[in-house]
């Protein structure tokens, strides 16, 4: 009796052990399954980030300035060979030296967020459209101003200027309360003073003439 009892304990420790065993081994696996949720959560965290840093405000604003530069430039163009006003040919200048290089840098800014250069299905930001709130000449109004010179040219210059940097301006104050890239919250910035400087020199460019 006494050796069946102490067989019996001892099939109840290998059991014990077992279990024991058993238990350790899901807790390790556990541990692992644990612990590659945990890296595989860091590294999606992380590539989040990492393609954070800017959003649909962004991507818009560049879209939207980039051709709204483009039409800027071709009417500072304009003025070598028509304008007559000192100051005109001196502003069309900065324009253009201003303007130029934003619009690389706004370009490289899409690519690196992999984003498409134009925007579709946006009314009034082609050359030919009009005026949509965004300052842009229509094909008629860059018709016209490409056929005059002189004095007649600087003023309408100055005037059609103006209304396109109000543009530039709302579409920048935009960017500046939306965005959220650093690059161009600090451009739209920019553009603000820069182009509401301007606009008050035009302004008095169109008083005097």
Do not use: Y
């Amino acid at each position: 009796m006494t050796a069946i009892k102490r067989g019996l304990a001892a099939a109840g420790l290998v059991a014990a052990g077992a279990l024991f065993l058993a238990a350790c081994g899901d807790d390790d696996m556990d541990g692992t399954e644990h612990g590659s949720s945990a890296s595989r959560s860091a590294e999606a965290e992380a590539g989040t980030e990492t393609e954070a840093g800017f959003n649909d405000a962004d991507v818009a604003f560049a879209q939207m300035m980039i051709p709204h530069h483009e039409q800027a430039l071709e009417m500072a163009e304009l003025a070598d060979g028509r304008a007559s006003d000192a100051e005109v040919k001196d502003l069309a200048g900065k324009i253009e030296k201003a303007q130029g290089p934003e619009i690389r840098t706004m370009k490289g800014w899409l690519k690196e967020w992999k984003q498409p250069t134009a925007a579709e299905s946006m009314p009034g930001m082609d050359h030919g459209s009009g005026h949509g709130g965004d300052g842009m000449m229509s094909g008629t109004e860059m018709t016209e101003l490409k056929a005059l010179k002189g004095t007649a040219f600087d003023k309408a210059f100055a005037e059609m200027m103006i209304e396109h940097h109000n543009g530039a301006i709302s579409m920048a104050e935009d960017e500046r309360k939306n965005g959220e890239s650093a690059d161009a919250k600090k451009m739209a910035e920019a553009i603000v003073e820069g182009q509401s400087a301007e606009v008050e020199q035009l302004q008095d460019i169109v008083d005097r003439l």
